[in-house]
């Protein structure tokens, strides 16, 4: 069954350092989010992709993110520099098309900014 | 901003007994999923509620959602241990790129 992949599972990083996490997500879908989830609290909503540009975002997504679909395949979130607070686990989510709004969601990264 | 709240936030329970965990939103919506999260792991869909008066079941859980009252329950009938987990419910706001708004979610521990 296709699946939602990300990579690296882990990322270990210092406070300033850019950052790539990267996604595929399934192959016929039209439809990419990135989500966040700080240790023990709740799953946020960062941005959602469609057609090669940004369709909304939150508020946490500012100046210092920024996505991706280089290729026909991968997905990527780029933190520019990283602060302590970033540290969490990144999901991206994929969705098929304008019918169908089930989101499949990756395995995560978890990011930590020492 | 849509809020969705979920209560209780730990749920400790004894094998064999039921339970129910409330979602509440504070939104119009007609889509409402329930995930399970084992710790340190991604988000396993459960169910997909698509219309008011929606009840699905799977095993030991039940969900139901009632958009009217902007609810939607997450019934466990006699739980075992493998059912301990952290579930979310998440809305969707289907006018705006379809982005899922999660609850605080609820730590379940089915105790032996």
């Known amino acids: 069954e296709p699946e939602v992949t990300q990579t690296p599972s882990h990322q270990v990083t210092q406070m300033g350092q850019e950052v790539i996490l990267r996604c595929v997500p399934i192959?016929?879908?039209?439809?990419f989010y990135w989500y966040r989830q700080i240790l023990g609290q709740k799953v946020e909503f960062l941005v959602s992709?469609?057609?090669?540009?940004?369709?909304?975002k939150s508020e946490i997504f500012d100046d210092q993110f920024s996505v991706e679909r280089p290729d026909g395949s991968n997905f990527t979130l780029k933190i520019r520099s990283t602060k302590l607070e970033d540290s969490a686990m990144y999901f991206c989510?994929?969705?098929?098309?304008?019918?169908?709004?089930?989101?499949?969601f990756g395995p995560g990264t978890r990011l930590t900014v020492t | 901003e849509l809020k969705v709240e979920q209560n209780p936030l730990f749920l400790s329970m004894q094998e064999g007994k039921n339970y129910t965990i409330y979602c509440n939103y504070s939104?119009?919506?007609?889509?409402l999923y329930w995930y399970r999260q084992d710790p340190g792991k991604s988000l396993e869909s459960l169910f997909v509620?698509?219309?008011?008066?929606a009840v699905k079941q799977e095993g030991r859980l039940m969900a139901s959602l009632d958009t009217k009252a902007r609810l939607s329950t997450l019934h466990i009938t006699a739980a075992v241990h493998d059912l301990s987990a952290t579930y979310f419910c998440?809305?969707?706001?289907?006018?705006?790129?379809?982005?899922?708004?999660f609850g605080t979610g609820t730590s379940l521990t089915v105790i032996p």
């Open positions: 989510a994929s969705r098929r098309d304008r019918g169908n709004h089930e989101q499949y």
């Open positions: 192959s016929n879908h039209l439809y």
């Open positions: 992709f469609y057609n090669n540009e940004i369709s909304e």
């Open positions: 939104t119009t919506s007609d889509r």
């Open positions: 509620l698509l219309s008011n008066g």
């Open positions: 998440a809305v969707v706001r289907t006018n705006t790129g379809n982005q899922f708004y």
